[in-house]
């Protein structure tokens, strides 16, 4: 198979990158471009640990090919924090203790991050909602629900 370029602006910065065909954004991102924050968890779109930002759009970029993503903006977790300074999502989850072993964080933050921009005061059961594509193996998920709406509130 042969390499085609596609064009992606990631976190601000436009990328010029050959991918195969059959690469997926998050192959993409993690092994051509060295972001290497969005884990693969289950390959299969259903654990979350992938999730980035598309285009406005939380998306599980296991599942998107990179062709796909041509022309398109893509928001993963080194892009939230800038000019040394932590996203308020990200300094949430470090102030209520949403985070232990950390793999399934990144895909937490940015389904917050989407929840976030789409509504600035949800309720719990909002949270619950935007987050029930991700899971977290380690935690009861109060703390993570916890900083999400301390996050709101940041914001907010």
């Not at 990144?106 to 059961?125: Q, V």
Request: with cysteine; charged share 20%.
């Amino acid at each position: 198979m042969s390499k085609q370029t596609i064009h992606i602006k990631i976190n601000g910065q436009p990328q010029e990158v050959a991918v195969e065909p059959h690469w997926t954004l998050l192959e993409t991102v993690r092994e051509q471009l060295a972001l290497t924050g969005s884990k693969e968890g289950c390959g299969t779109g259903d654990c979350g640990a992938c999730s980035m930002i598309v285009d406005g759009k939380l998306i599980t970029s296991c599942l998107m090919l990179a062709p796909e993503a041509d022309g398109s903006e893509v928001l993963t977790i080194e892009g939230l924090a800038r000019n040394g300074e932590l996203h308020p999502v990200q300094q949430s989850f470090i102030e209520a203790g949403g985070v232990q072993c950390g793999f399934c964080t990144p895909g937490m933050i940015m389904a917050t991050k989407a929840l976030l921009d789409r509504n600035s005061r949800p309720t719990l059961e909002d949270v619950r909602l935007g987050l029930a594509g991700n899971l977290c193996r380690c935690t009861g998920y109060a703390k993570i629900y916890e900083a999400v709406l301390a996050a709101a509130e940041r914001i907010g």
